[in-house]
């Protein structure tokens, strides 16, 4: 049957139609929409589950593999350095089912804090790599990759980036999916990381890359075609885009890396023959263009190689038809592009920064520790999430933001060295189980003084409301006990631990105030489900008697359903959840109504 | 055939629905299809754009600059940052009622980006908020402009795929107000066309 999928859709139908028997991961865009079609497909018999976090998804999938099942663990780039542990170590150790390791890259970066390369990182662990550089090929090539971990006993990266993630093509998948068959696991002492084995596999894991540098000298998805004594080599998505400029043309050496490491040596140097000038287009670091420059080095070839390396691609940002283009005509010397309407004249456009929603329960919260901390020195450490969007005007609610979990640690850091303030760490409900916890004991067994805010809203939102621990649902469609954050708190030692509704203001900063009052580290749980899982019974109006047009509302709180018509304020209704966060902070009382349904 | 299609808008205004509409559409009638979509963090409330590209010749996901056959504005700042993908020659359905960034909400004038896309292409300007009313939402606007596209000819697909997808892929309490959102848009779309 054909179907029409996402990229990420169709490494999750080519996984199933591997005989997947287990699927782990973390939710992180681009990446989160793989398990997620792995759930809406029939999928008798394969365990899925969203892990608290990348490090313990791929502990679970490793063992699996070790079982000899087939195992797939999905997360974005940031979440490969969270299981880079497990990763180095199961690099040494390898595999029996085979271990695909989905680690999808974001240039640009578009929701992500670094643009660090996957690649590098297979080449780090020494295990191979797959860069796929359209949905079609994701589904053909995650199938390759199950078919080389087993072959070769490792676990194998795969990396998709954004528009490989994002895009939609059609799919022939077939009708029905079956887990492979598997022994179980069996006791051996290779399963045993000791330094002595590791010693021994680090020289096999060597020579076995010698093999697969060959063998990935003759894999499809390496192609040449076109000729000439100039030469783009190109990866990834950059592929797509180099051929969209290039259409039909012939005259120029057309070279794609899909398996970046082992660099497929053989294959190259043939490649190369009669080449004098190369122009190397990927995205993140220069990785192909390195290897490239080594084989000319080891080889003596006398082939000039340009790329980012030498300014020629930029080396921050993602690629697009529109920048390779220029970049290929200069390198090929074409004259003449395409006509493009000329808007260099165009009026000033509004900017549109990502916002939180309209009647986002964490505006509220942050308005409430914004009030109860007005004029008193506070620091406020946000974390990874919707909440991070707490930094915009007017709310202005975050100092610092730098890696999941990293708020609460970083609380403590700020308080260590800044004794006269007051610091706040905020946490998403989702982050708060992935790396928060650990940090909370951290801070109670180092005798710290801070108010950790826990942004509870039922779901991890950014990435698509994927349930987590504390929701009380599972992928595999169970239902099952919720873990209770503020029995976790307690139990860890927080003192006091004050559960509220951001919706409700002023009991809200009651409880901040209580809370920032107190030594040692206190918390509060701002519970309200997020806007995309509940319904507005009845949204807020404003009276155009009553409003004086101070602007206020608008100032104060941020919302994008508040506006300025006719100089006085007016609120959309379709955008409204009637949160009322706005009717607080109206001095004359001109905003009415307001009020929602509980999920 | 090959057509490239961009839709742009503000996140939240049911862009992704109606490219999923169009290609679906534009499936049924035997094409090759290949879209792109913005998804993650810059969907709260910042500027999304939907690419949709009809036919074999197309490698890359998403539409190059001066690439694309029709541009469907939901709103019309967004119709002005997006115009250098659009073709020269080619057609622009845009929706006038303007969506004002919280950070900045006596920010802009519609009138002078809606007279600026005048004078570069013509476009079909269409007051969404007003139209909609009937609808009890703007949001309708995502359907409507599907008829717009269809009924004013500038999107080559038979106006009975559309409704056959609108009809599957649209839960079933909602299928009436959206065929009649989407007729209420095909007879925008041949009156506009009418009048050239």
């Known amino acids: ?599 | 055939m090959n057509s490239d299609i961009l839709i742009c808008g503000v996140g939240g205004q049911g862009t992704v629905l109606a490219s999923k509409l169009i290609a679906a559409a534009a499936m049924e009638e035997g094409n090759v299809v290949h879209s792109a979509e913005t998804i993650g963090m810059a969907q709260r409330g910042g500027s999304v754009t939907s690419h949709v590209r009809i036919g074999s010749s197309a490698s890359s996901p998403l539409i190059p600059y001066g690439g694309a056959d029709l541009l469907l504005a939901f709103e019309p700042s967004e119709a002005v940052r997006n115009l250098k993908y659009l073709k020269k020659g080619g057609r622009v359905i845009v929706n006038s009622t303007p969506v004002r960034p919280s950070t900045e909400p006596e920010g802009y004038d519609e009138k002078d980006i809606l007279s600026y896309l005048e004078k570069k292409t013509g476009c079909i300007i269409v007051d969404g908020a007003k139209e909609c009313e009937a609808f009890g939402s703007a949001k309708f606007f995502n359907i409507m402009v599907l008829g717009i596209a269809v009924g004013s000819g500038a999107l080559p697909i038979e106006s009975e795929s559309m409704i056959n997808e609108i009809e599957k892929r649209v839960p079933k309490k909602f299928t009436e107000i959206n065929n009649e959102a989407f007729k209420k848009g095909f007879e925008i779309g041949e009156l506009s066309h009418e009048n050239k």
């Open chain 1, 1 to 599: 049957m054909k179907e029409y999928v996402m990229g990420n859709g169709a490494i999750a139908l080519g996984a199933l139609s591997a005989g997947v028997n287990l699927v782990s991961g973390y939710p992180g865009t681009p990446s989160s929409e793989i398990i997620e079609t792995v759930s809406k497909y029939p999928h008798k018999g394969v365990h899925l589950e969203w892990s608290v976090n990348e490090k313990a998804a791929l502990e679970v999938a490793a063992a699996a593999s070790y079982s000899g099942c087939r195992a797939m663990v999905t997360m974005k780039q940031m979440g490969l350095n969270v299981a880079s542990d497990p990763l180095m170590s199961v690099a040494y150790i390898g595999v029996k089912g085979g271990l695909v390791v989905v680690s999808a890259d974001d240039p640009g970066p578009i929701s992500s804090q670094t643009e660090q390369d996957t690649r590098r990182f297979a080449d780090f662990c020494r295990i191979p790599v797959f860069d796929p550089s359209s949905p079609e090929e994701a589904f053909e090539m995650i199938r390759d990759a199950f078919d080389y971990s087993e072959k070769y006993s490792t676990p194998v990266l795969f990396r998709p980036t954004t528009r490989v993630c994002h895009a939609y093509a059609s799919i022939e998948v077939p009708e029905e999916f079956s887990p492979k068959a598997y022994d179980g696991f069996e006791k051996d002492p290779k399963w045993v990381i000791f330094p002595r084995l590791s010693y021994i596999n680090h020289g096999k894991i060597e020579e076995r890359n010698v093999k697969l540098s060959e063998d990935f000298s003759g894999y499809r998805f390496n192609t040449v075609s076109g000729d000439g004594q100039k030469a783009i080599v190109t990866s990834g998505v950059s592929f797509s885009y180099v051929k969209e400029y290039l259409k039909d043309r012939t005259d120029v050496r057309l070279i794609r890396i899909a398996t970046a490491f082992p660099f497929p040596e053989s294959f190259a140097t043939k490649a190369l023959e009669g080449v004098e000038e190369v122009l190397c287009v990927e995205e993140l670091s220069p990785y192909v263009e390195e290897q490239l420059l080594k084989l000319c080095g080891k080889h003596h070839l006398s082939v000039k190689i340009l790329g980012k390396l030498d300014g020629k691609v930029p080396h921050n940002g993602e690629n697009s038809v529109e920048s390779v283009s220029g970049i290929i005509a200069d390198f090929l010397g074409d004259e003449g592009g395409k006509e493009i309407i000329d808007t260099s004249d165009m009026p000033p456009l509004p900017v549109r920064p990502p916002v939180l929603c309209a009647g986002c329960p964490h505006r509220a919260s942050f308005y409430a520790v914004k009030q109860a901390m007005k004029g008193k020195k506070a620091f406020f450490c946000g974390d990874i999430g919707c909440y991070t969007l707490g930094n915009a005007m007017p709310l202005d609610m975050v100092d610092t933001c730098l890696c999941m979990g990293a708020g609460i640690t970083m609380a403590q850091g700020l308080k260590a060295a800044n004794d006269d303030a007051v610091c706040f760490a905020f946490t998403g409900d989702s982050t708060f189980f992935a790396s928060g916890m650990t940090g909370v004991v951290n801070a109670v067994y180092n005798e710290a003084d801070m108010v950790l805010c826990v942004l509870d809203n039922s779901t991890t939102a950014m990435t698509g409301h994927q349930p987590h621990p504390g929701t009380g649902k599972n992928m595999m469609g169970h239902m099952v006990e919720k873990v209770d954050i503020k029995k976790v708190l307690l139990g860890i030692g927080v003192k006091k631990v004050i559960t509220t509704d951001p919706l409700d203001l002023n009991g809200s900063i009651e409880a901040v105030r209580s809370c920032a009052d107190e030594k040692g580290v206190t918390a509060i749980i701002f519970k309200s489900p997020c806007i995309a899982i509940t319904k507005p019974k009845d949204s807020c109006t404003i009276d155009a008697d009553k409003c004086i047009g101070c602007k206020k509302c608008i100032t104060e709180v941020g919302c994008p359903a508040l506006s300025l018509r006719d100089a006085k304020a007016c609120i959309d209704a379709d955008l409204c959840t009637g949160c009322t966060l706005c009717k607080n902070v109206c001095p004359v009382d001109a905003i009415r109504g307001g009020s929602r349904n509980e999920q």
